[in-house]
């Protein structure tokens, strides 16, 4: 092994193990946090609770309600999920298939609609809610999100299409398989790794958003978990401890989501690398 490779090899190490500690550390801190009142917290903040306060759990769920938005949050992100792959498999089929004239162009938007800030359509967005009077509606955040999460679903899935044989589609076909029995029944499972890899951006995205649910949603019983963790402030006797809880407790599905399919986002990374 010569020594660039040893000294490659040792730089990826420690960034490895940087990276490691950067997202730990936090998650440790707040677990710690969430055991204590105020006072440990800022004068012993990595030491271990001297009275562990489980309370602040409670206070967390009881005053906030932490238990029912993470449930909201849930079924916004998996139905955003859902939405995103269903609408990208089918508009990234004749991107990727068919030689259309106008595709070509329409994926160039797609493209460039990766680029814009998605907050600049802040302002229309909400006139369009009243208009349609769709504020405190999950049907219309769920819209939203899918809408800023096609330009990348398109191009990733897109993509990952692009390296798959025509071949394949002309075997199919002679066999008597139409649009969507090659789409669903062919092309889908071959494209799973970056399906599952672009299911869990869109999750993560509609689980953490928080812009657009504090401007679309103002019911408390409707809360996504971003936006009920507002709650704890205006309170003139901030409490530190509940605040923590709630962190942990809506961190938890995300990690759980993590463990169980990062094998899969892994294989969809690396296939948008080769393929794409």
């Known amino acids: 092994m010569s020594k660039k490779t040893k000294a490659g090899r040792g730089i990826t190490y420690i960034l490895a193990f940087l990276w490691i500690i950067a997202t730990t550390v936090p998650l440790l801190l707040a677990v710690l946090s969430s ?36 449930g909201n949050t849930l079924l916004v992100s998996f139905l955003t999920a859902g939405g995103v792959l269903l609408v990208a498999l089918l508009a990234s089929y004749p991107m990727s298939r068919k030689n259309i004239r106008w595709v070509k162009s329409t994926y160039t938007l797609f493209v460039l609609a990766v680029m814009i800030p998605v907050h600049t359509t802040l302002i229309p967005i909400s006139s369009l809610a009243t208009i349609l009077k ?12 899918i809408a800023f999460n096609m330009a990348q679903s398109i191009f990733l899935i897109s993509g990952s299409m692009n390296g798959i044989s025509r071949e394949i589609d002309d075997a199919a076909i002679i066999d008597g398989c139409g649009d969507f029995r090659l789409l669903f029944r062919i092309l889908t499972p071959i494209c799973k790794p970056i399906l599952a890899t672009e299911a869990i951006f869109a ?21 996504t978990v971003s936006r009920a963790m507002l709650s704890f402030y205006g309170d003139g006797d901030m409490r530190l401890g509940p605040i923590f ?17 990062h094998n899969q986002i892994q294989r969809g990374v690396m296939n948008g690398a080769i393929k794409g």
Do not use: C, M
């Open 35 to 70: 055991f204590k009142d105020n006072t440990e917290i800022y004068l012993r903040p990595w030491q271990l609770p001297q009275s562990w306060a489980p309370v602040n759990y409670i206070r967390a769920i009881v005053d906030v309600g932490a238990l029912r938005s993470i």
């Open 134 to 145: 769709a504020k405190d509606q999950y049907w219309y955040l769920i819209l939203v999100y």
């Open 203 to 223: 999750f993560v995205y509609a689980y953490g958003e928080l812009i657009f649910s504090l401007t679309l949603i103002s019911n408390s019983k409707l809360y």
């Open 245 to 261: 809880a709630f962190i942990v407790l809506s961190a938890v599905p995300s990690i759980i989501v993590y463990v169980l399919f």
